[in-house]
T-cell receptor, first 116, second 119 residues
Framework: AQTVTQSQPEMSVQEAETVTLSCTYD???????LFWYKQPPSRQMILVIR??????QNATENRFSVNFQKAAKSFSLKISDSQLGDAAMYFCAYRRMAGTASKLTFGTGTRLQVTL | GAVVSQHPSRVICKSGTSVKIECRSLDFQATTMFWYRQFPKQSLMLMAT?????????EQGVEKDKFLINHASLTLSTLTVTSAHPEDSSFYIC???????????????FGQGTRLTVV
């Protein structure tokens, strides 16, 4: 079974600084997706960034980028120029590519605090 | 992006009654819908997966007779908590995924969630 591990329950970053959230996963599949979701206090799940396993290039979305290390099964999220609005729970998630009904497996989450 | 609307956002019901939560995909056809439960400060726990027109597939430990899931159309899925008890109080979230041909199969789109309180 696939597992996703987020070893940092809480992280803190100063506004305008950079922070990296860690995620590792375990799978025997070769084709899969990895995601980072943000859950602010409203509890609405928001997709931050997505990575296809077959792509060697790391995904980027504005201030958000990932470091995808397939061999090490590591998928960290880097947030640059942190803003107060980035404060939220961040969940790393895995989904195998095959199958229209394949489910997301979530990590336990990292709570990010942004300080002035 | 694709929009998923979940209703109600909050509901309070008496112990022993049933409550229905709706999840609608507003601008795409949701071939697969997922229902999650989230306890405070915890991750999302998948309860069941449903495909339009088929019976839902429940995760181990989830009572299918208590949590009834219906996915009768490509835009609507419902979760009914039957004979609710205080221990069913939680935050319930739905998500939907479209078809491969529609280009909306990669990611899941989430509803706003429903906070259920059983008194």
């Amino acid at each position: 079974a696939q597992t996703v591990t987020q070893s940092q329950p809480e992280m803190s970053v100063q506004e305008a600084e950079t922070v990296t959230l860690s995620c590792t996963y375990d799978t025997s599949e070769s084709d899969y997706y990895l995601f980072w979701y943000k859950q602010p206090p409203s509890r609405q799940m928001i997709l931050v960034i997505r990575q296809e396993a077959y792509k060697q290039q790391n995904a980027t979305e504005n201030r958000f980028s990932v470091n995808f290390q397939k061999a090490a099964k590591s998928f960290s999220l880097k947030i640059s120029d942190s803003q107060l609005g980035d404060a939220a729970m961040y969940f790393c998630a895995y989904r195998r590519m095959a199958g229209t009904a394949s489910k997301l497996t979530f990590g336990t989450g990292t709570r990010l605090q942004v300080t002035l | 992006g694709a929009v998923v609307s979940q209703h109600p956002s909050r509901v309070i019901c008496k112990s022993g009654t049933s409550v229905k939560i709706e999840c609608r995909s507003l601008d795409f056809q949701a071939t697969t819908m997922f229902w999650y439960r989230q306890f405070p400060k915890q991750s999302l726990m998948l309860m069941a997966t449903s495909n339009e027109g088929s019976k839902a597939t429940y995760e181990q430990g989830v009572e299918k007779d208590k949590f009834l899931i219906n996915h009768a159309s490509l835009t609507l899925s419902t979760l009914t908590v039957t004979s609710a008890h205080p221990e069913d109080s939680s935050f319930y979230i739905c998500s939907a995924r479209g078809s491969w041909t529609g280009g909306l199969n990669t990611e899941a789109f989430f509803g706003q969630g429903t906070r259920l309180t059983v008194v």
